[in-house]
């Protein structure tokens, strides 16, 4: 099992442990990068419109490779702060809602948004290759 604690100063740390965790779990390099990129997504989401820190926690059962990605604070609707500070004009890069979950949802075989006055959690669910037949 994988679980940490993210914010903005830990986010490349949390991208090479969910690499590394995933070739550890069977992923294919190239597979494994698409999880990784996922979940940094969801991460870099939780940082950049939640509250800015979360937590992320992964594990394999014998066919999938599970993770989640969840934060305490209210996601806000206009890339800043959830308590509306902030003028999109002066954002500092331009940027378009949703591409960081559009991402995510493309890369992961399932995903799941649960969201409400606590926090967002999301669920997300890669498929882990079917290991050779001994003998075969």
Same mark, same amino acid.
């Given at each position: 099992?994988l679980?940490? +604690?993210?914010?903005?100063g830990?986010?490349?740390?949390?991208? +090479?442990a969910v690499?590394?965790?995933?070739?550890?779990?069977?992923? !294919? +390099?190239a597979r494994a990068?698409?999880v990784?990129?996922a979940?940094? $997504?969801?991460?870099? %989401?939780?940082?950049?419109?939640? !509250?800015?820190? @979360? #937590?992320? #926690?992964?594990?394999?059962?014998?066919?999938?490779l599970?993770?989640?990605?969840s934060?305490? /604070?209210?996601?806000?609707? %206009?890339?800043?702060?959830?308590?509306?500070?902030g003028d999109?004009?002066?954002? !500092?890069?331009? *940027? +378009?809602? @949703?591409? /960081?979950?559009w991402?995510? #949802?493309?890369?992961?075989d399932d995903?799941?948004?649960?969201?409400?006055p606590h926090g967002?959690v999301?669920?997300l669910? *890669?498929?882990? !290759?079917?290991?050779?037949? $001994? /003998?075969?």
């Open positions: 099992m679980e940490r +604690e993210f914010d903005s830990t986010l490349a740390r949390r991208r +090479e690499l590394g965790y995933a070739i550890a779990c069977g992923m !294919p +390099e990068i698409d990784m990129i979940v940094h $997504e969801l991460a870099a %989401n939780a940082v950049r419109h939640g !509250p800015g820190y @979360g #937590r992320l #926690r992964m594990h394999a059962t014998a066919s999938t599970r993770g989640e990605v934060d305490p /604070g209210l996601a806000s609707r %206009n890339g800043h702060a959830a308590d509306g500070a999109p004009a002066t954002a !500092p890069w331009p *940027f +378009e809602q @949703g591409h /960081g979950l991402l995510a #949802r493309k890369a992961a995903l799941h948004v649960t969201s409400g967002t999301i669920a669910a *890669f498929t882990l !290759p079917v290991p050779a037949a $001994e /003998g075969h």
